[in-house]
């Protein structure tokens, strides 16, 4: 009977569907674990990323199921965002129809390739019963004070039209599109995760053991916790302060310019205090300034611009007046916008110093001697070193002077002693048509007011035709503005910005708790029970973006009692990419595989076999056709295996020959093999997650089966019990062709849900140890001995064997170790 994959594949998928042996649901009798991959965008159709995600996150789901635990694994759709808009500008439709059409495809894919989601629990974020609780989330946000609207520089992306938050500016450019990014002011809703970032950050060491140590470096670094001081320069021309923030104040004594972004609040107030000639020449650099991207204003390489103002700032260390600029290389993202300009011990102000003739004053000088001079330097000195220049602190070494002279400061009224952090408030507002409305109107005589729950949700029209990029169409949607006031029932306006995605992102392992539910994002006692996720996988692209808000959202939903975990993932998988022809798989660079059509060819076992089977799961996946084919041929082999002895099989199913019936050494050494498979499959998905490496072990094992030569009951029995150990520990990988062949066997259960064996430990005990015998620690001897001999029997069997006597001739034996079943180091004298 030949391996019909295609009819098979399609057999079980339907079985598993009317059985529903893959719903979830709470049962305090087991332990519980939720699996779950980061959900796709519907962008069309699966890629091999895709597929190589999922088939890890399925294999485990099903390993656990087998195991006894109690597992959610299901599957939702991050639906809302630019992608559908650009599409439905080129394939002329529309932004909903186009997504619910992929989204239609996409979910036929997955289940084509036997995934074991509980689909009841399917979350599709661009729906209203969904993005309904984005609204009510953000509703609470706003009522504890974590959501605010104001004008600010913001990151701006020409190419897609719209504004990103700064995680999602990498080097300066937009990490969707990779263009430059500019600045431009605008009114926007932020969200201040800031008052979060310090419990973001001390949870990182004490509840992410279970993340990579890669990631968890990335997020310290992204939040970027520093300590040092803010101080205050007043410019008394303008009767106002300039705040910076310094983590030196050992050099404070060393200002001799204050330099303000470009940007900065204060600018705007100056040119209105100044002679129009140079109000206009100051607009005139503010705006080249504003036209270069983040990454050309802050790269260490890159010419530093200035403008002088006709202002000053008073140091408040030593009373006197310092000088104001403007500067291309302040940016007011980090920071205050504002900094005290230390030329001796910064380079960038170093070269700005240089280039514009301000002096350079050393207030650090280092450590072996040297002495450094403001007009002869060369460049900065950045080292810590001994203080100088700086009244009753020269001669400390800047590591006691730091804290000295902060302590002075706050005595004195100087300075503050603070902590800031990297991070900056979440800048959530889009001016994008496909996202969740932003639940607010604006009223001329009240403000800023929040649309009522009871009105929730905000509907997002459907019926919408995008014309152009970076134009959202709900400006032309007149009736779809005009609303009126919640609050004093007169004439006011919708926003008409909609949420950043990542909003629908950090919370959707919460709806699929509690899915369909209509009076509220999620039931408690569900979250309670299922969360946290005990194990995520996804992309590390997502390390400083989703997994920050998403321990952010948890973090917020906890302290308005919605649910008990302050924590989202306990266990984090990053997977690497697919690599075809040295490259990652892209459209653009025509090096893509369609999953469907290598399904066509060889069936959804097949590739998620060679997809586990081609490398650990953190490194990069190398495409190969013929691995592909490779793996087919293994699971031809699986079948024959079966097929062709399929009545022995049946006739010897069930019956286990113990380990002390068994006297050929072919067959203990058989059965030993199978059990030693059991075990190391199961601590390599397990505790090890080598997926690659268990697979590994189920070819030898079918090799094993397949060489045995041995005939007769006990033998046939032994081929039986192989044979099902090889198909249960199989069935995670490859769950069709391994329910086929637990059927064909006679089997009533589904293997999917059937037990997982357990390893006997009485045929995990060796015979024989092969036994390394060293003489002065170098390599003599292998002697082949019973295993399990206590030292003194190892010792005194090797020392006497002949072979080691012979080489023990002559010599004086001064000392004797011996390992157990592994190893004889005999030293020797002469």
């Not at 609040?265 to 100051?282: G, N, S």
């Not at 204003?297 to 010419?303: C, L």
């Not at 900094?339 to 380079?347: E, K, L, Y």
């Not at 939903?557 to 984090?572: Q, S």
């Amino acid at each position: 009977m030949p391996y019909d994959f295609q009819a098979i594949e399609s057999k079980w998928q339907r079985k598993w569907t009317e059985t529903r042996c893959f719903e979830a649901k709470p049962d305090p009798s087991k332990e519980k674990f939720f699996c779950l991959e980061m959900f796709p965008y519907p962008s069309g159709a699966l890629h091999m990323g895709h597929i190589r995600n999922y088939s890890m996150g399925d294999m485990l789901a099903r390993f656990l199921r087998k195991k006894g635990r109690n597992v959610l694994y299901t599957m939702g759709f991050d639906s809302f965002g630019m992608p559908a808009e650009n599409a439905a500008i080129k394939y002329r439709t529309k932004p909903h129809d186009w997504t619910l059409n992929n989204i239609d495809y996409m979910t036929k894919q997955l289940k084509r390739m036997g995934y074991s989601y509980d689909w009841n629990r399917e979350a599709i974020t661009c729906l209203p019963e969904y993005y309904r609780w984005n609204q009510w989330i953000f509703l609470q946000m706003y009522r504890k004070g974590l959501v605010f609207r104001k004008e600010a520089p913001v990151n701006w992306c020409d190419t897609c039209g719209t504004v990103l938050a700064n995680e999602q500016v990498e080097d300066g450019r937009c990490w969707r599109c990779h263009n430059p990014v500019s600045k431009k002011n605008l009114k926007q809703w932020f969200i201040k995760i800031t008052d979060y970032a310090q419990e973001l950050l001390d949870n990182i060491e004490k509840d992410l053991q279970g993340w990579p140590k890669r990631v968890r470096i990335m997020q310290t670094n992204w939040l970027g916790r520093s300590e040092g001081a803010d101080l205050t320069f007043r410019v008394p021309e303008l009767d106002c302060g300039i705040e910076v923030y310094t983590t030196r104040f050992d050099t404070v004594f060393g200002v001799t310019f204050i330099a303000l972004a470009p940007e900065h609040e204060l600018v705007r107030r100056m040119m209105e205090h100044m002679p129009q000639d140079e109000a206009e020449a100051m607009g005139d650099f503010v705006r080249k300034a504003a036209a270069q991207s983040s990454i050309e204003r802050s790269d260490a390489g890159a010419e530093k611009l200035g403008f002088k103002t006709p202002f000053s700032g008073i140091n408040p260390v030593t009373g006197k007046p310092v000088p104001i600029w403007l500067a291309n290389y302040i940016l007011t993202d980090y920071g205050t916008g504002a900094i005290m300009g230390v030329p001796a011990g910064d380079q960038r102000d170093f070269e700005f110093c240089r280039k514009y003739g301000i002096p350079v004053v050393p207030v650090v000088q280092p450590k072996d001697g040297t002495v450094l001079d403001g007009d002869t330097m060369t460049e900065a000195f950045t080292e810590h070193g001994i203080v100088a220049n700086s009244g009753r602190f020269d001669g400390m070494t800047t590591e006691e002077a730091i804290p000295a002279m902060i302590e002075w400061g706050e005595e004195n009224g100087y300075c503050k002693r603070t902590v800031t952090f990297r991070l900056r408030d979440w800048l959530i507002s889009r001016q994008r048509y496909w996202g969740t409305p932003i639940p607010f109107v604006h009223c001329p005589q009240c403000g800023d007011v929040p649309v009522p729950e009871d009105q929730l949700p905000v509907r997002l029209p459907e019926d919408v035709t995008v014309k152009e990029v970076g134009h959202s169409p709900l400006l032309d949607l007149p009736d779809w503005l005009a609303t009126t006031c919640p609050r004093c029932g007169g004439p006011a306006k919708r926003e008409a910005d909609t949420m950043d995605t990542f909003f629908c992102s950090s919370w959707y392992f919460d709806r699929y708790c509690s899915p369909g539910d209509a009076e509220r994002p999620f039931e408690r006692a569900d979250v309670d029970y299922w969360m946290p996720v005990d194990q995520y996988i996804g992309g590390i692209e997502h390390a400083c973006l989703h997994l920050i808000y998403a321990r952010f959202f948890t973090k917020f939903l906890a302290d308005i009692g919605l649910i008990r975990v302050r924590e989202p993932f306990t266990n984090l998988l990053t997977q690497g990419m697919v690599i075809k022809d040295g490259a990652k798989m892209s459209k653009s660079l025509g090096n893509v595989v369609d999953p469907t059509e290598i399904v066509n060819r060889f069936g959804a076992d097949t590739v998620r076999l060679f997809i586990l089977f081609a490398a650990p799961p953190q490194n990069d996946l190398d495409w190969s056709e013929k691995g592909v084919e490779g793996s087919s041929r293994f699971l031809g082999r699986v079948w024959r295996c079966v097929e062709e002895n399929l009545a022995t099989l049946k006739a010897h199913r069930g019956r286990i020959v113990p380990m002390g019936e068994l006297d050929e050494d072919a067959l203990r050494d058989f059965k030993r093999k199978i059990h030693t498979t059991i075990r190391d499959v199961t601590c390599d998905i397990e505790t090890e997650k080598q997926f690659n490496t268990a697979i590994a072990r189920l070819m030898e094992l079918t090799n094993s089966l397949t060489a045995l030569k041995e005939t007769g009951e006990t033998a046939d029995s032994l081929r039986a019990e192989a044979v099902e150990a090889l198909l249960h520990c199989l069935s995670p990988f490859c769950p069709h062709i391994a329910e086929e062949l637990w059927e064909m066997l006679g089997h009533q259960e589904v293997i999917s849900t059937a037990p997982w064996p357990e390893a006997d430990p009485a045929a995990l005990v060796r015979d024989v140890a092969t036994i390394v015998v060293q003489v002065n620690g170098k390599v003599r001897a292998r002697l082949e001995r019973p295993a399990g001999l206590s030292r003194e029997e190892l010792e005194r069997s090797v020392v006497s064997d002949p072979a080691v006597q012979e080489k023990l001739a002559g010599k004086a034996v001064l000392k004797v170790i011996a390992v157990p079943d592994r190893l004889v180091n005999i030293v020797v004298k002469g």
